[in-house]
């Protein structure tokens, strides 16, 4: 079955460390997106990208940094600029290029705590 | 900006009765609003997308309704069951169309 794959499902970082999160989807979609979930908010957009070698800051990108040069993969690194990481991270994709049209298919999360 | 409104209380609902969410946003009319189900520990997942010019939308035992004048969307679930215990999200298009933002979510607990 296809789908979005996020490894590793819980992360501990330490003070001044970088982590990368892993996301792969073998969905053949075009858009990759990463967002922060935390207790009481909504989704927060980090960095979307619509095609492969090219991607955007979301509404949260600082402290985040992220790659796509394969069409599969948009790993996330969370830098130790990020004064406040811990969180629940979710990737998602979608068919296209972005729409606001076309549903959002998401990996089950990586949650990610200081040590 | 956007804004959306989901109530924050938990709905607390017997099985077999119907529940009903609430999507309210502020400023512009989306063109399209979203309506997810997450589960604790997992990623959401996508159930029903409807459109501005849509009042209703319909599938299975879930059905959407889209308000633009009170800018409201509404989610029911009829025939409820335990396995419907879930956060339910809405979320709508902000900007160039490109992104969605998302509400909170409502807790719904459906009891036996």
């Known amino acids: 079955d296809g789908g979005i794959t996020q490894s590793p499902k819980y992360l501990f970082r330490k003070e001044g460390q970088n982590v990368t999160l892993s996301c792969e989807q073998n969905l053949n979609h075009d858009a990759m997106y990463w967002y922060r979930q935390d207790p009481g908010q909504g989704l927060r957009l980090i960095y979307y990208?619509?095609?492969?070698?090219?991607?955007q800051k979301g509404d949260i990108a600082e402290g985040y940094s992220v790659s796509r040069e394969k069409k599969e993969s948009f790993p996330l690194t969370v830098t130790s600029a990020q004064k406040n990481p811990t969180a629940f991270y979710l990737c998602a994709s979608t068919p296209g290029g972005g729409g606001y049209n076309q549903p959002q298919h998401f990996g089950d999360g990586t949650r990610l705590s200081i040590l | 900006s956007q804004k959306i409104e989901q109530n924050s209380e938990a709905l607390n609902i017997q099985e077999g009765k119907t529940a009903t969410l609430t999507c309210n946003y502020t400023?512009?009319?989306?063109?399209?609003l979203q309506w997810y189900r997450q589960d604790p520990g997992r990623g959401p997942v996508f159930l029903l997308l409807?459109?501005?010019?849509?009042k209703e939308k319909r599938k299975e035992r879930l059905k959407v309704t889209f308000d633009t004048t009170l800018k409201q969307s509404l989610f029911h679930i009829t025939a409820s069951q335990p396995a419907d215990s879930a956060t339910y999200l809405c979320a709508l298009t902000t900007g160039g169309g490109n992104k969605l933002t998302f509400g909170t979510g409502t807790q719904l607990k459906v009891e036996l």
């Open positions: 990208s619509q095609i492969v070698n090219d991607f």
């Open positions: 409807i459109r501005e010019n849509e």
């Open positions: 400023n512009y009319s989306p063109a399209y």
